[in-house]
């Protein structure tokens, strides 16, 4: 399929204006990681996946499910920016 591979120009991979966002993208990354990586949280997702899926769940799982939860947060919290941005 020749005409379905996505363009490197293309606004999903544009990076016009990153370095001047790159501060508060730094700052928001650094203070979402200390929410969702800090142990009290881990230990909160551990209760409850092993409520839901019961015991015996390995830890690459929580760590997966951790990972999954800052890409989102991340994700919208760029969204956010942008938004907020151009109002």
């Known amino acids: ?7 490197v120009g293309s606004p999903m991979f ?4 990153l370095v001047d966002k790159a501060p508060i993208v730094s700052v928001l990354g650094a203070v979402l990681f200390f ?18 899926v019961g015991t015996g769940v390995q830890r690459d799982l929580l760590v997966f499910i951790h990972a999954v939860v800052f890409g989102l947060l991340m994700l919208g919290s760029l969204h956010l920016i942008e938004y907020l941005s151009n109002q």
Not at 1 to 7: L, S, V
Not at 14 to 17: L, P
């Open 1 to 7: 399929m020749e005409g379905d591979a996505i363009a």
């Open 35 to 52: 929410v969702v990586a800090h142990p009290f949280v881990f230990k909160f997702v551990d209760s409850v996946v092993d409520s839901v």
């Open 14 to 17: 544009s990076t016009t204006g």
